[in-house]
């Protein structure tokens, strides 16, 4: 059976923003939707009953539908589950009563602390000025608070904290590099939106070369793995890959190739494996690609208009990466 540790718990996909490295590709582009009660409620209880005694909350945005933020921590505190921490863009601090006020509101759920993103990609979408509100809040109200990382952050204080700011206004105080230099030193994990820079970092070799016959160890793996707000897993680093919440943490007919086709040859015979199943239906094996992971979203692309499966979802996620 899989063990889910050091999990979190997405409560949409929509966002504010469209950072360049963000792993889950979202995007304000997105249907309004977020976890209801009634899914969270579900999800918890099978967490609760595998073992699982506190998660991170994330997106997304979480603080877009601030209602079901609230209401999954209610469900969380039924279930005795606590609350690592709440990952937020603080796009909602534009003032401080209204930032003092949610944070409030947290804190009376038992919420001990909150984490601010700010890095070089963040800023493209959220003027610092927020997160630094958020801070400010978090101190009045004596909530935890961290800033994700702190070494992008006093990077990025000499410039205006009231706007964002453009690519080529990172590149005049970072410099040229700053994308792939910001992505290779914040250990940016190559995948979602992110692939878009694995393709300027490595090179593009034919995907029957790139394709590797080791099994994907990371989909089973369960520590730092998320559950989306459709109560699917999504394995820890990967993205575009669904797998319902008890199948996965009883893990056999995950190898089925029935059910499974894409899985089932993920977890035995690697990217080669889904490589031979997807060039009978017409998948070229010379497609340029970056890394294993760029192979594997490739093909599942590709899939999911020859033979679409539930596993290779969900489709607001492929929706938000447009074409990547
Ligand atoms: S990295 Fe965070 S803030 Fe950026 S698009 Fe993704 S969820 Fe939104
Ligand atoms: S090879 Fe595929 S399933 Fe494995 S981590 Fe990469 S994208 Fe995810």
Redesign the pocket.
């Known amino acids: 059976m899989a063990r889910i540790v050091g999990a979190g718990l997405m409560t949409g996909y929509l966002?504010t923003?469209?950072?360049r490295?963000?792993l889950?590709g979202?995007?304000y582009h997105g249907k309004k939707e977020f976890i209801t009660p009634k899914k969270g409620d579900e999800v918890l209880r099978i967490l609760k009953d595998a073992g699982v005694y506190s998660l991170h909350i994330g997106?997304?945005?979480p603080f877009l539908d601030f209602d079901s933020l609230v209401e999954t921590i209610r469900s969380m505190n039924r279930y005795h589950i606590a609350v690592d921490y709440i990952e937020t863009?603080a796009y909602w601090c534009y003032d401080k009563k209204s930032a003092v006020d949610k944070l409030t509101v947290l804190k009376k759920l038992g919420v001990d602390t909150v984490m601010a993103?700010v890095d070089p990609?963040?800023i493209e979408?959220v003027p610092l000025s927020r997160p630094l509100l958020m801070c400010e809040a978090a101190r009045e109200v004596g909530i935890g608070y961290f800033v994700w990382q702190d070494r992008f952050l006093r990077r990025l204080l000499p410039l205006d904290p009231n706007r964002v700011h453009t690519e080529e206004e990172l590149k005049s105080l970072l410099g040229e590099n700053y994308l792939l230099d910001t992505a290779k030193e914040y250990g940016v994990g190559m995948n979602g939106r992110a692939l878009s820079l694995a393709r300027k970092l490595y090179p593009l070799r034919p995907a029957k070369e790139v394709a590797s016959k080791k099994p994907c160890s990371r989909i089973l793996r369960g520590q730092h793995c998320h559950i989306d707000m459709y109560g699917n897993v999504i394995p820890a680093g990967c993205t575009g890959i669904s797998i319902p919440l008890t199948e996965y943490l009883e893990e056999t007919s995950l190898f089925d190739p029935e059910q499974y086709p894409v899985l089932s040859r993920l977890l035995t015979e690697g990217t080669k494996g889904l490589l031979a199943y997807a060039q009978p239906l017409g998948f070229d094996g010379e497609t340029p690609c970056a890394t294993n992971c760029d192979l594997c979203y490739r093909i599942r692309c590709f899939l999911r208009e020859k033979a679409p499966t539930p596993e290779v979802g969900p489709d607001c996620f492929y929706e938000m990466m447009n074409g990547i």
């Open positions: 966002c923003a469209q950072c490295h963000c889950y979202c995007s997106g997304g945005e863009n993103s990609f963040h979408y």
